[in-house]
């Protein structure tokens, strides 16, 4: 079907307003019955409308979150049953949807509420006191949980469990163990997490606050030598924390160490700061007014020389540093670990942020009608259109291509060793920029998908933009991080180069083969074969990754350093960084499609997988830029895309159904939002 | 009306009054057990007066000391599988009906209400109760699980209150009924005549107009000491029931039970101690499930968890349970597997999956032009 044949659709519309205007006038009976349309329409669920579902959506809703279903289904019941969740009925549906328009102030102290009742409910037992790959795979499930519900709530709990309760297990010894972990998960005390500064963000080892050592007393002295050594953006800081964990440069006998991590005291029992600490807030933000994030500024406090977070380096009594570690940059690199668990987090709160806006976006599209084609028609449903279709439904695909990816990376983390170190830090790094990116590129169209109800704070989807925008930039800037992977890439391959060695990690072995060849006729069929698929991605990552490495060894030999060199050739790196993640998400989609085991999702997950691989070629101009596909192909690529979208189509509804967010999630439009705007 | 005359005319007594209709349940010496011929005739009522404009409203009650006492189990135990599935399918799709029914259901619970007797009142919109009202899920002790959509409505009670109606199966009275909004109004039986004619003369489905009338015939009953819906029970009861699993909710009452010597604590406990291990996990999962989804998926996921309950391919607790406590007697069933620690989350799991057999199918349910329940705004 064409749906752009303008005069059409002029006429289906002119005829629309005849028949409301003869209503009621003519006399002409068998006239009226033909042309009269409906008075008023009536919203029907699109599980009556659209055909039954050709796949298990629980099954799948299982793929897809991975794990601990039951503890989430569990969580998702004791927000729907308490009355501090903002439980509203509207249309005769519950939802639970915080209130957006209360004050900084009050949702501030609310998410500090919540947090309380769901201490109270057991929800953080065991999250740092237990232990093994079970016991952090349900936290993660429980805190993406939250993240559905409210971003304020999931990164209050991130700030105080993973940054502050992360670093004393990770940086701190068992002394530090036994003192702060049970407090922390009892909430007896409150963390927060001092690494950001006024003057340096992704940077950290530029920080300019200073720590020295007092042998005399036994203590540490921490100060805040200038403006630009403020420490900024501390969540939990502003209002509620009592501790913190401070980042500092350490300076033993005049040499400066390197950044350490210590426990400072930052207020009472009771609330009220301590001597020698100012705090101030960070004021009102575009979203995320639910984290009280503060600035500190510390005026040579003193703390005990227990209180450096000593698993990889120590001073002792009498003013000796003492460290296994002697290269200080791995030094500092084992001082990043919590910020991985952090990006871990974010990236799979960024797939769940999507699915809830694509849920909504979606189930409205299946009901809200816009427009007939052709005289006396009904209106159209705007996901036939193939225009909506095209915006909404690759989108779809990537999400459940994100959603294999994030698991991926969780698995990775949970049963994380020093030899994988590496590699998950590139691939947090890679999946954190890349599925944050995608989140808010899947909210703003699905905003505009659903025109002026997108705005309305109570369908959430235009709320969500602002909550999860700083995503983006927060436990390492996108970009930056994208730069990382690269500089990373490039290591892997002047070492393999240097000593002659096959490629082994970071999924480069592909590079030990000849190089793919792309056919020169791309027919559907080769289009859609994962051979093919795999050997677009294969030869983009391949082909980016030597051209760099060319790129930047030219400027070296015209005198740069290496430093300066990759940052000449950004544009590059960037092409190299999205080049890898696309292919290793690519492989989680591979890797899921293969262990589902379940015969109904085969041809699903392949036409979702191709969905994937299809818009991303449309879309990274990468492709034809250095030639991976003729203009010719693209062409044919291009050709494909509202194919699949029409294939997608009928399966729209249990798509989104197999997301698993509970109805009272969502919000008035995804379903009888006639009735949820009745007078009344 | 010939045509709605099928067989087994006698078990549902049809009086047209004006624009409203009243059905009443006619076993009573069964105690009014819905046989699967009152199924099929209630679903055909049901349906049929939706599409008739001179019906305004419909009330159901029971003849005798009885409103429904539940689906007739005992004959499903005995007959075979295939026979028990369609009783179920039909008693859901009945179920279902009823709370998307756009014309007003008012049930008179003047009597004993359990199980289906639940299913064939709660989702509709007015439910009275009275002085004489007993009310239970108590499909645990069974081998069973509440099911014709009570993970929907329990569900959708205040709190955790569902939990505790649902795993203990504890008896309810008239007033415990209203206090947990599981009815609506309460009423004094000898005040029921008369808020009959009342609603009759009405001749009205406006629910505002019907509510108001049966407002004028109930009154506010005091709630019995040992109740836990009492205010100050309720936080003992919520904290309890919200426990992630069975073990977890067993060990906060047994915590309870320590310091404080409350009666429904001690029967509680003793009552999910007895029930049947497969049953109250089962019965949990549905419950937290149902409390997310709307009352069609609840019902597609009842009539898998029935099905694999009547195969008795994983427990065979229903015949057991049907043995032991409605056909020999000994309330002595004998569980199996008899603890909870051996009823694996898998063994759980399996019953939410598809039956894997080549004709089975998941429930169908009929399109309806209403969707939006009733229940959901007074509950």
Same mark, same amino acid.
């Given at each position: ?381 705007? $996901?036939?259109?193939?225009?909506? *279709?095209?915006?909404?439904?690759? +989108? ?7 959603? @294999? &990816? #994030? ?119 080769? $289009?859609?074969?994962?051979?093919? *698929?795999?050997?677009?991605?294969? +030869? ?7 051209? @760099? &490495? #060319? ?130 | ?379």
């Amino acid at each position: 079907m064409y749906f752009y044949r303008k005069d059409m659709e002029k006429s289906g519309f002119r005829t629309q307003v005849l028949a409301r205007h003869f209503q009621g006038y003519s006399c002409d009976k068998s006239r009226t019955t033909l042309i009269s349309s409906s008075p008023c329409l009536s919203y029907v669920p699109p599980e009556f409308s659209e055909k039954p579902f050709s796949f298990d959506v629980e099954l799948m809703r299982k793929l897809m979150d991975g794990h601990n279903v039951e503890d989430r289904n569990w969580l998702f019941n004791l927000m729907v049953q308490s009355n501090l969740f903002n439980r509203k009925l509207r249309g005769g549906k519950v939802f639970v949807v915080p209130d957006y328009n209360q004050s900084m102030e009050q949702q501030r102290e609310i998410t500090m509420k919540r947090i309380g009742f769901l201490l109270d409910h057991g929800v953080f037992k065991g999250w740092l006191t237990g232990q093994g790959v079970e016991s952090e795979l349900r936290k993660l499930a429980l805190l993406e949980v939250a993240a559905i519900f409210d971003h304020s709530l999931a990164i209050k709990l991130g700030v105080h469990f993973f940054l502050w309760g992360g670093a004393v297990q990770f940086f701190g010894t068992k002394r530090h163990h036994d003192k702060w972990l049970s407090a922390t998960e009892n909430y007896v005390v409150k963390g927060c997490f001092s690494m950001t500064e006024l003057g340096h963000g992704s940077n950290v080892r530029g920080i300019e606050t200073v720590t020295t050592y007092d042998s005399s007393t036994g203590e540490f002295v921490i100060n805040t030598p200038c403006e630009s050594a403020q420490k900024y953006w501390i969540g939990g800081a502003a209002l509620h924390a009592t501790h913190t964990i401070v980042f500092s440069q350490l300076i033993i006998n005049g040499k400066n160490e390197g950044v350490h991590a210590f426990i400072a005291q930052i207020r009472d029992a009771d609330g009220n700061i301590c001597p020698n600490i100012r705090i101030a807030d960070c004021g009102h933000k575009i979203g995320l007014n639910g984290v009280d994030n503060g600035r500190i500024w510390f005026d040579n406090i003193r703390i005990p020389r227990d209180n450096l977070l000593n698993s990889v380096a120590d001073v002792s009594p009498n003013g000796e540093y003492l460290s296994s570690i002697k290269d200080p940059d791995q030094r500092f690199g084992a001082f990043m670990a919590p910020l991985t668990s952090g990006r871990v987090t974010i990236a799979a709160a960024a797939v769940y942020s999507a699915k809830v806006g694509l849920a909504i976006a979606i189930r409205y599209s299946l009901t809200r009608r816009a427009f007939s084609i052709t005289p006396n028609s009904n209106e159209v449903l705007l $996901l036939d259109y193939p225009s909506h *279709q095209h915006r909404l439904l690759p +989108l779809l695909a990537k999400t459940y291509a994100m959603s @294999f &990816a #994030a698991n991926y990376l969780k698995m990775l983390y949970v049963k994380r060793t020093p030899d994988l170190s590496k590699t998950l830090h590139v691939v947090s790094s890679a999946f954190k920029a890349i599925l944050t990116w995608h989140n808010m590129r899947t909210l703003q169209e699905c905003r505009e998908a659903c025109g002026g109800q997108g705005l309305k704070t109570e369908n959430r989807i235009g709320q969500l933009k602002g909550e999860f925008d700083v995503q983006s930039t927060f436990e390492g800037d996108n970009n930056v991080l994208m730069q990382q992977v690269s500089k990373a890439l490039l290591a892997e391959y002047v070492a393999a180069n240097k000593k002659n060695k096959p490629f082994r990690e970071l999924g480069l072995d592909h590079m030990n083969k000849p190089r793919p060849v792309i056919p020169w006729q791309l027919t559907s069929a080769t $289009l859609r074969n994962s051979q093919f *698929q795999n050997d677009i991605f294969f +030869l983009r990552e391949r082909d980016l990754l030597e051209r @760099f &490495a #060319a790129e930047v060894s030219k400027y070296q030999l015209q005198g740069y350093n290496k430093e300066m060199a990759s940052v000449v050739n950004y544009q590059l790196a960037e092409d190299l960084g999205r080049a890898f993640a696309d292919r290793s998400i690519f492989q989680t989609f591979v890797e899921a499609e293969m262990s589902s085991g379940d015969a109904s999702f085969k041809s699903i997950l392949s036409l979702l997988r191709t969905t994937y691989v299809m818009s991303t070629l449309d879309e990274d101009a990468a492709f034809l830029r250095y030639g991976y596909l003729t203009p010719e192909n693209a062409a044919s690529v291009r050709q494909e895309i509202p194919k699949l979208c029409s294939e997608m189509r009928p399966h729209a509804l249990a798509l989104v159904t197999a997301f698993g967010i509970p109805d009272a999630f969502l919000s008035p439009i995804a379903f009888d939002w006639i009735a949820a705007n009745s007078w009344s | 009306m010939a045509a709605l005359n099928g067989g087994a005319t006698d078990q549902v007594l049809v009086e047209e009054k004006s624009c409203a209709r009243i059905l009443t349940l006619n076993r009573p010496k069964q105690l009014n057990a819905l046989s699967a011929a009152m199924v099929s005739r209630l679903l055909e009522l049901f349906l049929a007066y939706e599409e008739d404009s001179s019906v305004k409203c419909i009330l159901l009650k029971g003849k005798g000391r009885s409103f429904c006492s539940g689906g007739d189990v005992a004959a499903v135990a005995q007959g075979d599988w295939g026979a028990g599935e369609e009783f179920f399918r039909r008693e859901y799709i009945m179920n279902y009906v009823m709370a998307t029914n756009s014309k007003p259901q008012i049930s008179l619970l003047n009597g004993i209400v359990m199980g289906g007797g639940g299913g064939a009142s709660m989702h509709g919109r007015f439910r009275i109760s009275t002085e004489k009202s007993l009310f239970a899920m108590p499909e645990t002790a069974l081998g069973l699980f509440p099911d014709v959509g009570a993970s929907y409505f329990l569900s959708r009670l205040p709190g955790y209150m569902g939990e505790y109606i649902s795993l203990t199966g504890v008896r309810l009275d008239g007033a415990e009924m209203l206090a947990c909004g599981l009815s609506t109004h309460f009423a004094l039986s000898e005040k029921l005549l008369s808020l009959e004619e009342a609603i009759i003369e009405a001749d009205s489905s406006d629910a505002s107009v019907i509510s108001s009338i049966i407002s004028k015939f109930s009154h506010t009953p005091t709630l019995k000491k040992g109740s836990a819906f009492h205010k100050h029970r309720l936080n003992v009861l919520n904290k309890c029931f919200s426990q992630r699993t069975v073990e977890d909710i067993i060990e906060a009452l047994e915590r309870e039970a320590d310091e404080n010597k409350d009666e429904w604590i001690a029967s509680a406990l003793q009552s999910m101690k007895r029930a049947s291990p497969m049953s109250i996990k089962i019965s949990l999962r549905s419950i937290r499930q149902g409390r997310l989804q709307g009352v069609g998926k609840c019902l597609i996921q009842e009539f898998r968890m029935v099905c694999h309950v009547i195969r008795g391919k994983i427990s065979r607790d229903f015949f057991e349970g049907c043995r032991a406590i409605l056909l020999d007697k000994d309330k002595n069933p004998k569980w199996k597997p008899a603890t909870l620690a051996e009823f694996s989350d898998e063994m759980v799991e399996s019953y939410f999956l598809k039956v894997n057999h080549n004709e089975w199918e998941d429930l169908k349910l009929p399109v309806r032009s209403n969707t939006t329940p009733f229940a959901v705004s007074k509950l």
